[in-house]
């Protein structure tokens, strides 16, 4: 198991990624964050596979996940990982630009922990991505399974 709780950004943007990674760090938010820009590399990080095959077991205390991306959108993404034994307790926020309802609803309806539309001012999106890091990282306990990723 990892001792350092990890967060798992799935984001194309590198503007908003970067912004996300600020604000988590100005908000003294300490867990290594893992970034990677697409859907298939998020599924390669958590079934440690390709480029992650070595790394170490365990599983991030939550994923902040993009909904429009390419190669595979953040719906797609959240319905693997949800119908997956192994991540499906993984708190998953889904942190995009789309503030279309049927996008959340859809979101939902797969099991999204929670949907924030990503605020167009930085000022407003650090605060946003802060309480975000904060809640989902040191006050929330994910079940113990979603924590270390282990077999029951």
């Not at 309802?101 to 001012?121: A, Q």
């Amino acid at each position: 198991m990892n001792c350092i709780r990890q967060i798992l950004l799935v984001e194309d943007s590198p503007a908003d990624a970067e912004m996300t990674m600020d604000a988590l760090a100005s908000s003294n938010v300490i867990n290594e964050i893992i970034h990677v820009e697409d859907g298939p590399a998020a599924l390669d990080y958590l079934r440690r596979q390709g480029c992650y095959a070595t790394r170490s077991p365990g599983n991030p205390t939550f994923i902040l996940l993009d909904l429009k991306m390419p190669k595979m959108n953040g719906l797609e993404v959240l319905r693997e990982i949800r119908s997956d034994e192994e991540f499906c307790l993984i708190p998953i926020v889904m942190l995009t630009s789309s503030a279309e309802e049927k996008d959340m609803i859809e979101s939902y309806r797969l099991g999204v922990n929670s949907y924030v539309v990503k605020p167009l001012n930085f000022g407003e999106f650090a605060s946003v991505v802060a309480s975000l890091g904060v809640f989902w990282a040191a006050i929330n306990n994910p079940p113990p399974k979603a924590r270390n990723g282990a077999k029951e």
